[in-house]
């Protein structure tokens, strides 16, 4: 009996013990918290969110065309004129062509990183990552540079072809100039986030299709590409946003027909000084990112994740 | 005769250098509950992996029924594997897991479906069928896994360590529903585990495995009640290994009996000692002996009898008895 109240007063003695340093551990804690979460939540809320409320209010706006200041009143004229003339075969050009680098570097991209992740031996494999990122040391512009070369009239790929007796592609200052420039600047963005989702896959799933009776070819389009498609996605919101966005690229290998949507927004604001107008264009990607992200996330794209 | 399901003929397989599985030879009967014990690196996963067909043996044969499938690749075999991770296909739910061996293999949609649900209703889990697995416990997943593998009706049947992750009382639960799922369907099972009570509940004949080599073959009484080598008697319950004379004897502790020392004896062998520790484990107590002559002996009797041993504590002298038919005799080479 006695040695039971002992007991049942020492159990007491520790439950309140533990009760009163979780209580003094959960004051300070929550000033912790709160001093983590200021800093990225200001920068997010004034550097970010208010700029883009910024943009979206300026769009609304209109420019005087005799004295060029800007007039505060909210209209929708900016907005009809991104719809009508030339900038809807504009706005067209640069999803084709967004969408069509995402493609080849998603081609590229997943057969590579399947290699790293599942076939290359843990040294090659870091070797290979290490060549994917090595590019991304150099300059851009020294990127850009370099496919100028060669793809111009005298360059390495017209050389190449004509003395394999073939016709010369003279690809220097076209739209293809920009899809084989931009494919490969990006690449490295597809290949990364791929590689991540492909080596999280547990080899017991591809031993269990094997087990169930399953090729090779079947065990990756139903078992490895559903599992990789999160970074898929995540690497196409990549390259589909940053090509969305560029505007040095056209202007360095692109032609007569090359303006996109980031060429149309930086003319409009330095050379055609009317601010309102560049904001209602620079609405366009954000609104193409936004139905690309909800399909994303209609197909299921972030629940693995 | 009709073939057996699994015949393996002095299978060797190394793995950077080391020997994992020594010439092992056994053959599987058609329905029956097969299991492969033995301790982590014993080798039974990687003969049951080269089974599957996950490896190939450096030497040797491994028969499906009579056919030689030694380089046949794993999703050819007329096998199917229930992981011990359970491998479900998290992006699928548990319909469509369960419909994946079916799928390739072109069945009908239909007939995928009705065959899918009646697996899923023998493992009691037809009403889950729209979940994913992410979403289920342990026990319905290891159960689902289960259904994945039976629908495709394999010749046999592979299953690695698939009640390890769970807690005790399912696992119990489980041996008992895996077996009687065994005896309705018919199928071989080849059951790899290193716990010799699961192996005993459920197992027609356990292939008891140590360092790559077969320790002994039997029925789970055959390889308890006659241990072929120390390695067995120790690994399969607890054992008492004493030598006496140039034998080396295996009594099992609830074979020996016990008395205050001095008491008359009914048993042809007798030792004496001074009582350790008692300890009491509710159906049983367990009596620690430090005998005389040097060694640790351990007396398992149950408290149905407990009266006859409420005198004994810590201290006092015993004598423990036991006849010749209550040892086995082991083979004094092998010790």
Request: charged residues 15%.
């Amino acid at each position: 009996m006695d040695t039971d109240h002992g007991l049942a007063t020492s159990i007491e003695t520790q439950k309140s013990g533990g009760a009163s340093s979780l209580r003094s551990f959960a004051l300070p804690s929550r000033f912790a918290t709160a001093a983590l979460l200021t800093p990225p939540l200001a920068w997010f809320l004034v550097l970010y969110v208010s700029s883009l409320a910024l943009m979206l209010v300026t769009s609304l706006w209109s420019v005087n065309g005799f004295t060029g200041l800007i007039q505060h009143q909210l209209t929708t004229s900016n907005l009809q004129q991104v719809t009508s003339g030339a900038y809807p075969s504009i706005i067209w050009r640069t999803v084709l062509l967004a969408a069509l680098v995402t493609v080849t570097d998603v081609v590229i991209a997943f057969p590579f990183a399947y290699v790293m992740a599942r076939v290359a031996t843990p040294r090659v494999a870091k070797m290979l990552l290490a060549a994917v990122l090595l590019p991304l040391w150099a300059s851009y512009l020294a990127k850009v540079f370099a496919w100028i070369s060669i793809l111009e009239k005298g360059g390495a790929l017209n050389w190449t072809f004509q003395h394999l007796g073939l016709p010369a592609p003279n690809l220097g200052f076209t739209n293809g100039a920009m899809w084989l420039t931009f494919s490969y600047i990006w690449l490295p963005y597809m290949i990364v986030p791929v590689y991540g989702a492909l080596e999280k896959i547990p080899k017991s799933l591809l031993d269990a299709s094997y087990d169930l009776g399953a090729s090779s070819w079947w065990t990756v389009r139903h078992v490895v590409l559903p599992l990789a498609l999160p970074g898929l996605v995540a690497g196409s919101i990549f390259t589909f946003s940053l090509t969305l966005g560029d505007f040095v690229t056209p202007l360095l290998v692109g032609g007569a027909n090359s303006t996109l949507l980031g060429n149309a927004i930086y003319d409009t604001l330095l050379t055609g000084g009317n601010l309102p107008l560049a904001a209602a264009l620079a609405v366009v990607p954000i609104v193409i990112m936004v139905v690309y992200l909800g399909v994303a996330k209609r197909l299921r794209a972030f629940e693995a994740l | 005769m009709a073939d057996a399901a699994v015949e393996i003929r002095d299978v060797v397989k190394h793995f950077a250098g080391n020997v994992v599985v020594n010439g092992v030879s056994l053959s599987v009967e058609a329905g029956e509950f097969f299991t492969m014990l033995g301790p982590s690196g014993s080798g039974k996963t990687t003969l049951l992996r080269m089974i599957a067909g996950f490896e190939t043996p450096d030497a040797g044969v491994i028969e499906l029924q009579g056919r030689d499938v030694t380089r046949q690749p794993a999703n050819v075999r007329p096998v199917n594997t229930v992981f011990q991770d359970y491998a479900l296909f998290p992006h699928l739910s548990v319909t469509a897991n369960v419909e994946y061996g079916l799928r390739v293999r072109r069945v009908p949609r239909t007939q995928r479906r009705e065959r899918a649900q009646a697996a899923l209703e023998m493992v009691r889990l037809a009403h889950l069928g729209e979940r994913r697995p992410g979403q289920l416990s342990g026990g319905q997943r290891q159960r689902v896994a289960l259904a994945r593998a039976i629908v495709n009706e394999p010749a046999v049947l592979l299953l690695d360590e698939p009640l390890g992750a769970l807690d005790l009382k399912l696992r119990q639960e489980m041996q008992v529903e895996l077996k009687a799922i065994q005896r309705r369907v018919g199928i071989t099972f080849i059951y790899v585990t290193h716990d010799q009570e699961e192996a005993m509940a459920m197992s027609d004949r356990i292939a008891i495995m140590n360092d790559g080599v077969i320790e002994q073959l039997g029925t789970p009484r055959e390889v308890y009640e006659r241990p072929a080598s120390p390695f067995v008697a120790r690994f399969i319950g607890t054992s008492n290994i004493l030598t006496r004379s140039g034998t080396t004897w295996s009594l099992r502790p609830e074979r020996l009996h016990l008395d205050l020392e001095g008491a008359p004896s009914a048993t042809l062998h007798r030792e004496v000692g001074v009582l350790r520790d008692v300890i009491y484990l509710g159906m049983n107590t367990r009596f620690v002996i430090d005998l005389d002559a040097g060694e640790e002996v351990i007396v398992v009797r149950t408290n149905a009898e407990v009266g006859r041993y409420a005198t004994f504590a810590a201290g006092t002298r015993v004598a423990v008895g036991w006849n010749v038919a209550d040892g086995v005799t082991l083979d004094a080479a092998v010790i």
